[in-house]
């Protein structure tokens, strides 16, 4: 009976252990291994007001309420510990109880901003907030029920899409990983607006200039005179809007429209200089069919063109 026992031991106990190699083969750990260390903390934030949203900088300025909230702390002896990562900010304490904990935050903050579809572009406003213990001691986690925006919230020149709340693990050099909280709210420019500050006074001046296809070759003054105002107010456009943007390594979807809109220009103002020489040796009627010809090559230029900034 004894070696029965014995027995009986010994096989329980290769069992836990191949139970064990196999867990961290897969890359999981026995759950006892922080669980007397580890703490959960509740976090939200509910945001009452959005200030500048400076797209020079990647800056914007947000109002909010942000309460931590825990069954295994007692905030009353020793406050969450956490910092804000990609902001400046001033807190102001509202209320301290033993397992809740809320101050209001008013601050700078910074986000690299995606301008690949200016002027219809989406931005991401972010708060992030990470704790000062490491993720094997404390581990937030989203209140989702609480976390939201004010009704009353409103951002000039914006419209407010949705908001969201995210829980990551950042890892630094030193191998050590701590627990991330991540609050944003998507914003995007209104269409309508947006479409007739930018490119509708682009498509006006683009088609004034390719009238000129339409004027008798022989008129030289008159269409290279149009082909060249237009093109300047159609480049002062072009730079009104860059001087909106940061300096930015990418072409955004203005940019392109307007890429396709010099390729018309160019194809016009050629159009003009070859009719010229044609006349000037008494070939009129060979001037009319080149004029005929690069006008009918236009939607070949938009097409072309497009499908290659596709690629781009």
Not at 71 to 97: H, I, W
Not at 125 to 152: N, Q, R, S
Not at 189 to 204: A, E, G, Y
Not at 214 to 233: D, H, Q
């Amino acid at each position: 009976m004894l070696q029965l026992h014995r027995a009986f031991l010994a096989v329980s106990a290769a069992i836990l252990m191949l139970n064990t190699v196999a867990m961290q083969a897969y890359g999981q750990e026995p759950d006892i291994l922080h669980s007397d260390m580890q703490k959960k903390y509740e976090i939200g934030i509910y945001l009452l007001n959005v200030g500048k949203v400076d797209l020079q900088t990647g800056s914007y300025d947000l109002d909010f309420y942000m309460w931590i909230k825990s069954n295994e702390a007692d905030f009353t002896q020793s406050k969450p510990k956490f910092e804000f990562m990609n902001g400046r900010v001033t807190t102001e304490v509202l209320t301290v109880e033993p397992n809740y904990y809320e101050v209001r935050v008013k601050g700078n903050f910074l986000k690299n901003m995606n301008f690949q579809k200016y002027p219809f572009e989406q931005l991401f406003l972010t708060v992030e907030v990470e704790g000062i213990d490491d993720i094997d001691k404390m581990v937030f986690v989203p209140d989702a029920d609480a976390t939201g925006i004010d009704k009353l919230v409103n951002i000039p020149g914006w419209r407010l899409v949705s908001s969201d709340s995210t829980i990551t693990e950042h890892q630094y050099p030193d191998e050590k990983s701590y627990s991330r909280y991540i609050f944003s709210i998507t914003i995007e420019r209104f269409f309508l607006s947006s479409f007739l500050k930018t490119i509708f006074p682009v498509l006006i001046i683009t088609t004034i200039a390719m009238l000129a296809f339409w004027m008798s070759p022989t008129n030289f003054t008159s269409r290279i005179g149009l082909g060249a105002s237009t093109l300047l107010a159609a480049v002062a456009a072009h730079l009104n809007a860059a001087n909106q943007l940061p300096p930015i390594g990418y072409l955004t979807l203005f940019d392109k429209i307007m890429i396709i809109a010099y390729a018309l220009f160019l194809n016009n103002l050629l159009s003009m200089v070859i009719q010229m020489r044609l006349i000037d040796h008494d070939q009129k009627e060979d001037a009319v069919r080149v004029n005929a010809r690069m006008r009918k090559l236009m939607p070949v230029i938009i097409i072309a063109i497009f499908f290659a900034l596709l690629l781009v």
